[in-house]
């Protein structure tokens, strides 16, 4: 249990790391205020055409009288906002790192150097990242939709369907948040997706500890653009520990570690 509330102090430790940088969380709002207006367009334009999109798939009831015609195609049209709505969640978070790939990258250099030791370089060009990050983002989402269809066929189940298989819901899609947020961190040190997932399991409250709390909080869009930076940093940290503990535990910042006041200027890509 102790790994759990490990996990958990990463995720304020990120929070608190960007709170003493202000200029790097602001740079780090950049990529989650871009992904919101275009998330915010795309639910509002869903929102004024989706009684059209669902007169047109329903001709059949063209025909029906009052009330049945209204009944059903009122819930259709909820039903599609609400799964639009659900979209727009569960890919939020994976939309807003690959627009923020550069911007994300060097936000946790800087936490690695504020840290001390080795600060890690991919060295691969920024369209070789960028491929990289959709690539492995795609696979993690289509994973958590193989665990979101399993869970909600376990959600018929009377009880178990109504406690139980909600939590689970919640762990699986905290501990995959938890591996796209230390991607960042792990690709710079040369680990791959399939060497990532071996690393998270081996410990796993830690990671959930991390990932749990903070998609409980992204759940509302807002909230994730201005807790984004924060869980970048932590996550960071949490990368930091999982590849070698012993460095995690350091002396910390040096004489030469930015703070807030003198820190360098952000740069969005590190060639």
């Given at each position: 249990?102790?790994?759990?509330?490990?996990?958990?102090?990463?995720?304020?430790?990120?929070?608190?790391?960007?709170?003493?940088?202000?200029?790097?969380?602001?740079?780090?709002?950049?990529?989650?205020?871009?992904?919101?207006?275009?998330?915010?367009?795309?639910?509002?334009?869903?929102?004024?055409?989706?009684?059209?999109?669902v007169?047109?798939?329903?001709?059949?009831?063209d025909?029906?009288?009052?009330?049945?015609?209204?009944?059903?195609?009122?819930?259709?049209?909820?039903?599609?906002?609400?799964?639009?709505?659900?979209?727009?969640?569960?890919?939020?978070?994976?939309?807003?790192?690959?627009?923020?790939?550069?911007?994300?990258?060097?936000l946790?250099?800087?936490?690695?150097?504020?840290?001390?030791?080795?600060?890690?370089?991919?060295?691969?060009?920024?369209?070789?990242?960028?491929?990289?990050?959709?690539?492995?983002?795609?696979?993690?989402?289509?994973?958590?939709?193989?665990?979101g269809?399993?869970?909600?066929?376990?959600?018929?189940?009377?009880?178990?369907?109504?406690?139980?298989?909600?939590?689970?819901?919640?762990?699986?899609?905290?501990y995959?948040?938890?591996?796209?947020?230390t991607?960042?961190?792990?690709?710079?040190?040369?680990?791959?997706?399939?060497?990532?997932?071996?690393?998270?399991?081996?410990?796993?409250?830690?990671?959930?500890?991390?990932g749990?709390p903070?998609?409980?909080?992204?759940?509302?869009?807002?909230?994730?653009?201005?807790?984004?930076?924060?869980?970048?940093?932590?996550?960071?940290?949490?990368?930091?520990?999982?590849?070698?503990?012993?460095?995690?535990?350091?002396?910390?910042?040096?004489?030469?570690?930015?703070?807030s006041?003198?820190?360098?200027?952000?740069?969005?890509w590190?060639?």
């Amino acid at each position: 249990m102790s790994d759990l509330g490990a996990g958990f102090g990463y995720l304020m430790k990120g929070q608190r790391w960007v709170a003493q940088h202000g200029r790097w969380f602001g740079f780090g709002l950049l990529p989650g205020l871009v992904t919101l207006v275009v998330y915010a367009g795309a639910l509002i334009g869903l929102g004024y055409g989706a009684d059209d999109f669902v007169g047109w798939a329903t001709p059949f009831a063209d025909d029906w009288s009052s009330p049945w015609q209204g009944i059903l195609r009122t819930g259709l049209t909820a039903l599609v906002f609400v799964f639009g709505l659900f979209l727009a969640v569960i890919t939020f978070t994976a939309v807003t790192l690959l627009v923020g790939q550069p911007f994300y990258e060097s936000l946790s250099e800087e936490v690695d150097r504020s840290e001390g030791g080795d600060v890690p370089e991919s060295g691969l060009p920024l369209w070789r990242e960028l491929w990289i990050s959709a690539r492995d983002s795609l696979r993690i989402l289509l994973r958590v939709a193989l665990y979101g269809i399993i869970l909600f066929a376990c959600g018929f189940i009377p009880v178990i369907g109504q406690t139980v298989v909600p939590a689970i819901g919640f762990c699986v899609s905290g501990y995959f948040l938890a591996e796209e947020l230390t991607a960042v961190a792990l690709q710079r040190r040369g680990m791959v997706l399939k060497d990532r997932l071996v690393l998270l399991r081996g410990r796993r409250m830690l990671v959930l500890g991390f990932g749990v709390p903070l998609t409980l909080a992204f759940l509302v869009p807002v909230v994730a653009v201005f807790l984004m930076p924060g869980a970048v940093a932590g996550a960071t940290l949490l990368a930091r520990d999982l590849v070698d503990p012993d460095a995690a535990q350091g002396p910390g910042p040096g004489p030469g570690t930015a703070d807030s006041g003198d820190a360098p200027a952000p740069r969005a890509w590190s060639a």
